[in-house]
């Protein structure tokens, strides 16, 4: 014995059904910013400045004429000895450059109190941190690092721009190590060079 179904009932039970698991994903996604961005124990800073998350090299048209002539150079070479895929992915390379610098970056508040350092919306709590080293050379290089536990990178640059780097190293030589004779990391020497 066949059952009749009614096609239209079924089609508008599965569009409420849709429209309800939409409900709970938003407010499960809105109950989450709130959590994150909810003030906590790291916004009672005792140091805070506004930095960019990176530094914006600026870049010559000279800087531009020689990045070109050895894309050219790197493709040309990889089609005469027959490594198509050393070209692609040169070619990808570029492209994934370009697109993540097409936008300037960020400028993002960073705050330093009791309980840890906090980046933006990137909390690092103390017992997370294992240690810290103040890079400053001005104008070229004014860099906090600090070297996380649990991240998949582990040391942390975060610019000074204008701060002094004397109160925070003050605050921080309290709550974590100094590595003392630390430098800037080679692949930052790298790219301030290079204008990567």
Excluded: C
């Excluded at 003030?39 to 004429?65: C, F, M, N, V």
């Excluded at 992915?89 to 936008?103: D, N, P, R, S």
């Excluded at 991240?151 to 004397?166: R, T």
């Excluded at 974590?176 to 060079?193: A, H, M, N, Q, V």
């Amino acid at each position: 014995m066949l059952e009749y179904i009614d096609t239209n009932t079924k089609k508008y039970k599965n569009k409420k059904m849709i429209k309800k698991l939409k409900r709970k994903r938003a407010e499960k996604k809105a109950r989450h910013y709130a959590l994150r961005n909810a003030p906590s124990a790291y916004d009672e800073a005792i140091l805070s400045w506004i930095a960019p998350e990176t530094i914006k090299h600026d870049r010559g048209i000279l800087w531009q004429i020689i990045i070109t002539i050895i894309i050219l150079a790197s493709v040309g070479l990889s089609f005469y000895y027959n490594n198509a895929t050393f070209a692609i992915a040169i070619i990808m390379f570029i492209v994934v450059y370009y697109l993540a610098h097409l936008e300037h970056p960020k400028d993002v508040e960073i705050k330093i109190s009791n309980i840890g350092i906090k980046v933006g919306s990137r909390k690092y709590p103390y017992n997370r941190v294992k240690s810290f080293w103040v890079v400053y050379e001005p104008p070229y290089v004014k860099i906090l690092y600090i070297r996380v536990t649990g991240e998949v990178v582990s040391d942390i640059a975060i610019q000074l721009d204008g701060q002094s780097p004397s109160p925070i190293r003050e605050l921080l030589i309290e709550k974590i190590p100094e590595l003392e004779g630390e430098t800037e990391k080679f692949s930052d020497i790298l790219f301030r060079l290079f204008k990567i």
